[in-house]
Each structure stands twice: as C-alpha cells, then as structure tokens.
C-alpha cells in the first residue's frame, strides 16, 4: 500500500480584497500560495498553517476549505483553505525559500505564475463555486 501525497495553501485576503502571494527563491522564481507538502501525522488544515508560519511568519486561523485538487501528475491531493493572519502581526519573507511577498488584486496578479495557483485563488474567491472538488490535468505558465 502506498502513502499518498497531500499539501495545503492558504488563500489570505486583506481589507481591501488582495491576495497574500509569496514569491519563490527556487525554480522560476514563481508567484504562488504561501503553502506546501504535509508532514507525517498532519492534518490538511495543520499543514497550511505551518507553511504560511515557516514561510512568512505569521500565525494564522484556518478557516473554510475551498478547494480539493487532486494532481494526477503526482498522485497527490491539494488542499486549499481561506485563512486569516492573527491580530496584529505583519508577513514578511521568513523562509530561505520566500524572495518577496505581497497582496495583489484579482485583476493584477504577479506573473510568472502557473495556471494551478491561478485557478485556486478563483475558486477560494467565489462565492458561488459549484464543487470543491478538482482534477488538475496539466499545469501552464502564465507568464
């Protein structure tokens, strides 16, 4: 029997409806969720709060789930949470990993980006998503 992968992100919004985005120290040096693999013995909800504390040094409270993407490519599920920053604490990079972070509008997200973190931030966005549920068959650039 195989252990199956699982990861979180957090979809963190300011006052004025802006999305926290963190951009990576690795790869393309992409905007993407603050969020990452699971530990052993972590819950969904567990893994998304350690990420975004690892990542940009804030405590968070979990809050609905707004996505589950399950990603052929890896066997892996995706889990994806609104989440607010606890009073009074302010994100700054605090990983190796995080170059910058920022909040962003909808209509002006940072690029480059991949097509998956896009579609995540839309879904946890609307109001009136149909299914939580979501089958990631390849991922895109948008750059």
Do not use: C
Request: proline share 4%; charged share 25%.
């Amino acid at each position: 029997m195989s252990n199956k992968l699982m990861g979180a992100a957090a979809v963190i919004v300011n006052e004025e409806g802006k999305v926290l985005l963190v951009k990576h120290s690795y790869g393309r040096n992409n905007w993407d969720l603050p969020g990452g693999k699971s530990e052993s013995n972590e819950s969904a909800e567990g893994t998304a709060a350690r990420e975004v504390l690892e990542e940009i040094g804030v405590q968070v409270d979990i809050g609905a789930l707004t996505g589950v993407y399950y990603d052929s490519e890896y066997d892996m599920h995706h889990f994806v949470f609104l989440a607010t920053i606890r009073d009074g604490q302010q994100p700054k990079p605090s990983s190796d990993e995080i170059l910058d972070l920022g909040y962003y509008a909808l209509n002006d997200l940072p690029r480059p980006m991949k097509d998956f973190t896009y579609n995540r931030i839309l879904d946890a966005l609307n109001p009136h998503r149909e299914s939580i549920f979501h089958t990631t068959i390849s991922r895109q650039w948008l750059e």
